[in-house]
């Protein structure tokens, strides 16, 4: 089985503690293939950042057709382009946020989102609506560190703070890192939050994983059936779909 | 007053439509620029040709920038990047969804909403929910006729036909046109149905025009604020804000 | 065009003040006319003032579609009478609370109501269910302020903090002025609050305004059809609709 | 224990069917004090009924407050006046439909709705979200006959079909009758629609009965508290609130 | 009328307080018979004790049902078992948080919940839900008590205190007591709290009473229907429906 | 790893079926221990046959505990006892219910679910309700059925047929099977129903091993802490959990 990784936004740095992540929990026989976006932005900040993302993380997803990967995962915290990847992909995509906030379901009454910037805060309730995940989801919580700084060790304990006040406002059983370049930080934060703490990356590769060993994939027509064919122009007339393509 | 409607996809003729709906109601003094996309697929029927459709959308909400315009309607049903948009513009952006669904609201206890193809069925349910005009609308309803179809005069009567079954079906008190490319028939259908027939495309210059007279804009901050200064690479480099933009 | 703008209680005082904001925004051509209820309350502060202030209203609704006015504002945040108005009316009617809560909608990801008594709060959450706007009703605040104070001049200081709380509070976008009588606190509002300030008469009056343009009104069947025929006795008997009515 | 049970209709023929079903099922010691509103519609069957049907209704809460009622029931299915009425009494004020739906929740998952005029069901559906009785309301069911010829012996048929068919319909577990002049019927149509049916009459008259035997009254002050003293004008003058009432 | 009121614990002081509640407000001519469960936990404080609790209430209800019950009080404000208990009941089962509940909404706009250990507050949010009363259950607060010292006098004052602290936080016009063995601080917490409070037992005796006075019973087929004829094995095979039962 | 798979009603023909199902999709080094309650009813089809299957699982739970399982999947499509399990163990309890919506969630809009006897639709609506997945949830279809003759080769035929009526009345995008005894008849039906169909057996064996993989576990405190120190007397007095118990 060959899983997918995309991470959408530009900076390889990041693929590599998303790969790393990812990798430490597949199965034996399970393959990762972690890649980074060709074009957009460096991290996803805003709405403009997630939009613009999305077609680099279209354009793997329809590699990952080509070279008959099984399953993708995004592996940024907004989910960008899910829907439209749906589309394109044969088998599953799964996002991080919903991974997360799945699973994080499983474990008690409710979750808190620890996340980087403030502006993020409405997105992240936007995909609790879609996933139906907003009676789990007690609050979500911004350290307004920027995603490229994630790195820096000196911003652990800002999140560790944030973990521990998120937890003791909302009284809620476990933290969802809201971004996918806090993955590496997952085993620290649990130690110092005192509830279990999910990484989406980690998650998103399980929930694939799974679900290609159930042999679910769509359906194959309604919704997210494979995008008609259909003339594109411009910049981005290579997206088209309206001979070559599947 | 400026106000750019902005056609999303690449089909000029369908922009010309666009165009006189808008014109049609602006008040004296109110300068309608309609504008279609230079970028992207000739019309949206999927996930996938909407996000693709974006960045094209979101070329024109900055060229809009620079020349001055006061306010925008992204004219096309799925309301695409709308949130990228209102980061973008200093003033007022309003999709035809949101206009058409508001008005609806206004004129009884509910509305249904008469569209394109089945697939896009989906995403009119995501919209009125991110609105709040769950409540109000009591049905969508696909007719199955693509895009770039709607303006053969063969399909006028099915669309009528679909309106007051429609009706029927969801004891509605308005409809609500499901396509941009659809303004046109608005005064058709509303003979035919028997109720009011709202086109979204009237509807949002009146609302972009309503936010300007009225003064409002965006606060400045937060999560609509401009986009943070971000390096893009690839493709799409040029939408990179980093230096020049803004 | 003709809108009648109707102040539910019965002081001309405020009529005034509604009157100056109505016109303050209506188009080249829309002709502007604010009356005063002639029975019922000094002020609106209760559900038993609400609900004796409707017949006022009613009759001026009936006053008007004798003298032709095209629709209708009831200039009181409380909507009153609403429903039974478009009843009464062939035009389009709607309320300052409804027509500021979408307009806030528009701008961002929630707002807040700045109100008069505490006691009225109730009210304005049911009227944010009604209408689809919990969603983006992020807090209600009194100020504990009587309608009949509003104009004086020392109160406006109270307001404004109030306005600037309210935003630190519910993180924000925007401020919807709870009461007919804050109409020209507007200006001066915005310039304190740092958010986007709606007044419900202006907003209610540029609803009104753009549904007469687009030729929307209720279907003339179903729920919001003219009240049956009707016996009406004792104090209330000229509100009967068994003959001369209509 | 004295209760008053207000017809807000001015119909003493319906008033006497009202009486008869209170009387039958309040306890030894309760007196019910059963009165027909002295101004206003003769029937309510739109939200302009409902609306001028509420002085009448609060003239009676007050005249009940002066003699002593200990609490009321509004005796028509569109609770007219319910929050105004909760400010005005000291003790208890129940609605029919308020009653009958909390009755009908204790039964099993689901309820159906049985009620006069089609256009009356949109007040229906208002009621429920208001009551949170939404997730029990499975359908709302109109005969279109109108609430002056319920008497007539020959509806009585249709009405029973009309339950049969909700219960087909909504796979309920009770038939709500939604008008106070149906409650004579409900023993009748118990037998005819297989399910335990809900006469509003008599389940508000016991519960008011129960608030008042649990000693239970609002809490006099905040939203219900009495309405503030105020001068009233015109027609209504004699409602004014500002000296001599309470 | 004979109502049987079940304390699904094992302690019989606590039957003997909500046996003093329960008669203290039912009608002359209404038998009340309270019972202690013969097996199980001696307090339900976790979701594991309700579970356990159930068999000893559903045991009663069979002894009910033979000994000519009613209807019956499930005394615990878990409501362990309600569903299982309407199945295999005849006439009508209530639990006292749903009583209770119910109650508080017709006081007002919303009621505070003052329960026992925090880690209940999550099953009364799932009734609140359950029963259509999450609208007005504007906060659940525990007070850290355990159930069987509820009777130490020492305990009074920090209830009192709970109850003043609810209604400061949450604006409530109401407070539910939110375990049965508070049942018979009402009146003290009444005059401490400032506003109404309700005691579920109570007010559970009087619905049950009410609805026998309707005649109101489940309809005997679907969801609550008898439970079908079953084999049972090992330690409750006495459970077993299959021969002899009913 | 081991997973413990409980069939919670005791026919260990039907455990036999599971534990096929769950063994057919666990990762290799995950070991599946399927076992038969020892009490309570032989199969579950009722509220009351629900409550009294749960002794049995929890005793269940309990032998795990002391013999080391890492996780469990409770294997009945009511998920009973689930929170208190939740309490009891150490590790993750995944309802097959809980599983099957989540993973069905992840292919499209909506799934529906095919389920036995009509009577335990209501149970299935509450639980998509508290797992977040009522959006997801577009019908729910009884084949009327019982549990124990699912074997019978004759039923595959009927249950085809609802999962292809299913497909067509609510437009889903999967079939969730509403019974753990349906495990078996997964492949047949996809290809009958030509949209995916997911067993919640496989799924919650996947579900709960990805969270033993993620190190996942309740925090320890709060709600799902272990339950509290208690005497427990009569036919359940082995459930004391007083002293020796943990």
Redesign the interface.
């Known amino acids: 089985m060959r899983i997918r990784v995309i991470n959408p936004n530009?900076t390889a740095a990041m693929t590599a503690v998303i790969d790393q992540c990812a990798r430490g929990?597949a199965?034996?026989?399970t393959v990762v293939e972690s890649v980074t976006?060709?074009?957009?932005?460096?991290?996803i900040?805003?709405?403009?950042?997630?939009?613009?993302a999305?077609?680099?993380l279209?354009a793997e997803i329809a590699r990952g057709e080509v070279e008959g990967a099984d399953g993708y995962v995004i592996a940024c915290f907004g989910d960008p382009?899910l829907?439209?990847a749906?589309?394109?992909a044969r088998g599953?995509v799964?996002g991080i946020a919903?991974a997360a906030m799945?699973?994080a379901?499983?474990?008690?009454?409710g979750f808190s989102v620890v996340t980087t910037l403030?502006?993020?805060?409405?997105q992240a309730e936007?995909l609790a609506?879609?996933?139906?995940?907003?009676?789990?989801c007690l609050g979500i919580h911004a350290t307004d560190i920027?995603v490229l700084e994630l790195e820096d060790p000196k911003v652990r304990g800002v999140i560790a703070d944030a973990c521990r006040a998120a937890v003791a406002a909302d009284?809620s059983?476990?933290i969802v890192l809201g971004c996918a370049g806090m993955a590496d930080l997952c085993e620290y934060l649990?130690a110092e939050a005192?509830?279990?703490v999910?990484d989406g990356v980690?998650?998103a590769t399980?929930?694939v994983?799974?679900?290609v060993?159930?042999?679910?994939?769509?359906?194959g027509y309604?919704?997210?059936?494979a995008?008609?064919p259909?003339?594109?122009?411009?910049?981005?007339?290579e997206?088209?779909?309206d001979e070559a393509s599947r």
Chains 1, 2, 3, 4, 5, 6 share one sequence.
């Open positions: 530009t929990v199965a034996p026989g976006s060709g074009m957009g932005p460096a991290s900040e805003s709405h403009y950042d997630e939009a613009l999305v077609p680099g279209l382009g829907y439209a749906r589309e394109l599953p799964i919903e799945h699973t379901s499983h474990l008690g009454r403030a502006r993020t805060v409405g936007d609506e879609r996933y139906g995940m907003q009676r789990f920027p009284g059983d476990a649990t005192g509830v279990p999910i980690a998650a399980l929930s994983q799974s679900l060993t159930l042999g679910l994939r769509k359906s309604g919704e997210f059936a995008p008609l259909k003339q594109y122009t411009g910049l981005l007339a997206f088209g779909t």
